[in-house]
Each structure stands twice: as C-alpha cells, then as structure tokens.
C-alpha cells in the first residue's frame, strides 16, 4: 500500500468520451500533482494543488481538467481525448509545496489507452 | 538542454556484479536529489535520497558531486530483483513543486 490510490488501474475510452480519474492520498500531505509518462519520455508534469488550490498548470489542453476538492482527493476529467493522449497517468503527493526533501509518494497509476 | 539527463542504458549485468549509474543536471540551484525505482508497468518508487557528503543504504551508494553537476548511483553484489528503470530526479529549484525526472536508466540483471 503505498498510501496513495488511483482509480481505475486501466481505461480504454473513444475520443468523444468524457471519463474521469480519480487520486486519493491517505499520508496527511498538502500537496497533489498530476503527472504523465509516455513511453521513452520522462515524467512530464502537469498539474500542481496545495492545499486544494491550483499553483501550476504546465500548458495542458483544456481537455484535461482537474480538480481537487480537499486535500486528500484529486480529479482529472478528460473529454474529447486524441489517441496520442495514451500513456501511463500518475498521482502524487508531498508533504508540502515549498519542502522537496522527502521527494513524492506516487499512486500505481492509470493506463489510459484512447482509441 | 534537458534539466536531468540518463544514459539510458540498458544496462545487462550478471548476478552478483556491481554496476553504476549517471546522472548530470543542469540547474546549479537545486538542492534536492533523489533516485527512484520502476518497475515494469508500476509507478516510481523512492529508492534513496541523495546528500552532499554521499549516502549508503545496504548494496546500495548515492554520491553527488555539486562541481560538476552529476549524481552517481552505486548497485553492488547485484540481484535478479534490482532488475528495473531507475530515475534520477533533481529539483530545480527551492520547494517541491519542481522536480524534474531523468528517462531513466534501465537495468536488467541476468541469472
């Protein structure tokens, strides 16, 4: 258990549905990013929440809409998706925004395939 | 130039070696360090921070070196289980909120 879950594990969606995934942090931190990795890239940062508030949107689509309705929970809604969208979507957590000793506690996850 | 830069490897290595790992940055401010552990279709885990004077965890030894802007990682008397992609992650500055990844190096030990 690594203290932080992500919903589903896998989705298989068509460009013209509207999904959502779904992150939950159990270790009591106040900070939440969302992150993609495509395959032979690295992590790309997308979005950051402290304390429920957005502090970073790296130039996302508006298809990708998040949201963080207390400290322990995050979304990313998806609509109208491209299948280059397909990639491995992960949650993370720190203890704080402005503290990176301690690095992120990742969830396992979702694989999201467009098709 | 990319903030953390990975031989990619792959690295294929016998049981029982040891094998070592590079990583440069490029950011002369950041002041955190760490490497993480993937494995296959799972999320990164952390496997050890990395302090200025270097740090051991078991088979395990991280160094950083500040004047020349690499992190090295140190894997001895390997295991068939230490087979994953491992990432080398810098901040790019002061907070958490900017960590940057390598691709990550990709190890696979051989029975």
């Known amino acids: 258990e690594t203290g932080v879950t992500q919903t589903p594990r896998h989705l298989v969606m068509g460009m013209t549905n509207k999904k959502s995934l779904k992150c939950e942090q159990h270790l009591g931190h106040n900070a939440m990013y969302w992150y993609k990795q495509s395959a032979k890239k690295p992590l790309e940062l997308m979005f950051v929440?402290?304390?429920?508030?957005?502090?970073e949107n790296n130039s996302v689509p508006s298809r990708f809409s998040p949201e963080c309705p207390n400290s322990s929970h995050l979304f990313l809604h998806l609509h109208t998706l491209q299948p280059e969208d397909s990639a491995l979507y992960l949650c993370?957590?720190?203890?704080?925004?402005?503290?990176?000793?301690?690095?992120?506690?990742f969830g396992s996850g979702t694989r999201l395939t467009v098709v | 130039r990319k903030e953390v830069e990975q031989d990619p490897g792959p690295f294929n290595v016998p049981e029982g070696a040891t094998v070592a790992f590079n990583c440069t940055y490029s950011n002369s401010a950041s002041q955190s360090f760490f490497w993480y552990r993937q494995d296959c279709r799972k999320e990164p885990k952390l496997l050890m921070s990395?302090?200025?004077s270097g740090n051991e965890d078991g088979r395990f030894t991280a160094q950083l070196n500040r004047a020349s802007q690499y992190i090295s990682l140190l894997i001895r008397d390997s295991k068939l289980s230490d087979s994953a992609t491992y990432l080398c992650v810098v901040n790019g500055d002061t907070g958490a909120n900017n960590l940057f990844f390598g691709t990550g190096t990709r190890l696979t030990v051989i029975p």
């Open positions: 990395v302090y200025s």
């Open positions: 929440y402290s304390l429920e508030e957005r502090v």
């Open positions: 993370a957590s720190s203890q704080d925004i402005n503290r990176a000793e301690y690095g992120y506690t």
